[in-house]
């Protein structure tokens, strides 16, 4: 199984970017999928999740009205659109997967998490 995360960058507060995390051997309808971040010396933090279907979503509150997640279980990809960037949300992005086929819940603790990609990282200059 692998996760590969893109599209970070710099960019100016303010701005917008959207990362994208594609997902390879799995059947990626069968799967919740969500994006946490680690920003430097601070923990991992739940950023925003998605049921299998698309249908239900989850965010933290600091990123709510910013941020939005979103699949295309057709290409196996899940995004998330990041507008009105600040410098907190500087840090290295992270998708992850949990098998969870069917449910309408959704479970943001990172030790539910079975799949982990590797990270892209976002800094956002002030």
């Known amino acids: 199984v692998q996760l590969q995360a893109s599209g970070g960058g710099l960019v100016e507060a303010g701005g917008s970017l959207r990362l994208s995390c594609a997902a390879s051997g799995l059947t990626f309808s069968n799967y919740a999928m969500s994006w946490f971040r680690r920003a430097p010396g601070k923990d991992r933090e739940f950023v925003a999740a998605?049921?299998?279907?698309?249908?239900?979503?989850f965010y933290r509150d600091h990123v709510k009205g910013r941020f939005t997640i979103s699949r295309d279980n057709a290409k196996d990809t899940v995004y998330l659109q990041m507008d009105s960037l600040k410098p907190e949300d500087t840090a290295e992005y992270h998708c992850?997967?949990?098998?969870?086929?069917?449910?309408?819940?959704?479970?943001?603790?990172?030790?539910?998490?079975?799949?982990w990609g590797r990270g892209t990282q976002v800094t956002v200059s002030s």
């Open positions: 992850a997967a949990y098998y969870s086929p069917g449910a309408q819940g959704l479970m943001v603790a990172p030790g539910v998490y079975e799949y």
């Open positions: 998605i049921t299998w279907s698309g249908g239900r979503t």
